[in-house]
Every structure is written in structure tokens, then in C-alpha cells.
């Protein structure tokens, strides 16, 4: 099973800027979508972006669309996920998934791999 180790969160103004990676080990994930989901306190966990193994095609959820990109580096076994003009309301723990059984990117119980999940917090 793929290792995943989140980095990048911390505490940023509304308006700022994040940049959140995810570090695969264990095995490589080059052929494998990865993704990226978060999750507010009393909230349940929520889709944010999705990238196919080639990279050559993102997903996003509506609430993140225009202000974050997601990529991938496969020489680093690397996800990142650039977040732009940050809100309060993307204040959570984010999430890296890997292991996707089939092509819906969207639900997290299509993932069986996850990391420990980097905390963002941002102030209004």
C-alpha cells in the first residue's frame, strides 16, 4: 500500500496563498488519479480537486474552481494543490488520496489510500 505524507498547511489570511504537497513512498502512483479532499470541524469530509494519472485532466469542486489548481510531478511521486485568494470557509484538514477503484473522483469512498492531512486555517 502507497504512503502519502501531506505538507504545506499553516495559518493565512483571506486573500492568501497555500500551497499544500503530497509525497508518495511505498510505491509508485504515476499510474494511479490522485486527489486531493478536506474536511471542516463537524463537517464531513468534501471533494476538492482530482488529477488523472497523465495529468492531462483535472477536476474541481464548484466552491474551489478558479482559485485552486491541482498537479502532479511523477519524477517526485509529488500531488501538489495551489490555492489562490483563500477563504474562512476553506478552513479545514486537507486530505491526499490515492488509490482510486474506479473513475468517479469525486467521492472519498473510491479512495483506498490516505494520508494524515495538513491543517489550513484561514483568517478573516
Known amino acids: 500500500q502507497v504512503q502519502l505524507v501531506e505538507s504545506g498547511g499553516g495559518l493565512v489570511q483571506a486573500g492568501g496563498s497555500l500551497r499544500l504537497s503530497c509525497v508518495a513512498s511505498g510505491r509508485p502512483v504515476s499510474s494511479y488519479a490522485m486527489g486531493w479532499f478536506r474536511q471542516a470541524p463537524g463537517k464531513e469530509r468534501e471533494f476538492v480537486a482530482a488529477i488523472r494519472a497523465n495529468g492531462e485532466m483535472t477536476y474541481y469542486a464548484d466552491s474551489v474552481k478558479g482559485r485552486f489548481t491541482i498537479s502532479r510531478d511523477n519524477s517526485k511521486t509529488t500531488v501538489y494543490l495551489q490555492m489562490n485568494s483563500l477563504k474562512p470557509e476553506d478552513t479545514a484538514v486537507y486530505y491526499c488520496?490515492?488509490?482510486?477503484?474506479?473513475?468517479?473522483?469525486?467521492?472519498?469512498?473510491?479512495?483506498?489510500?490516505w494520508g494524515q492531512g495538513t491543517q489550513v486555517t484561514v483568517s478573516s
Open positions: 488520496a490515492s488509490d482510486l477503484y474506479q473513475p468517479d473522483y469525486y467521492h472519498d469512498y473510491n479512495y483506498g489510500s
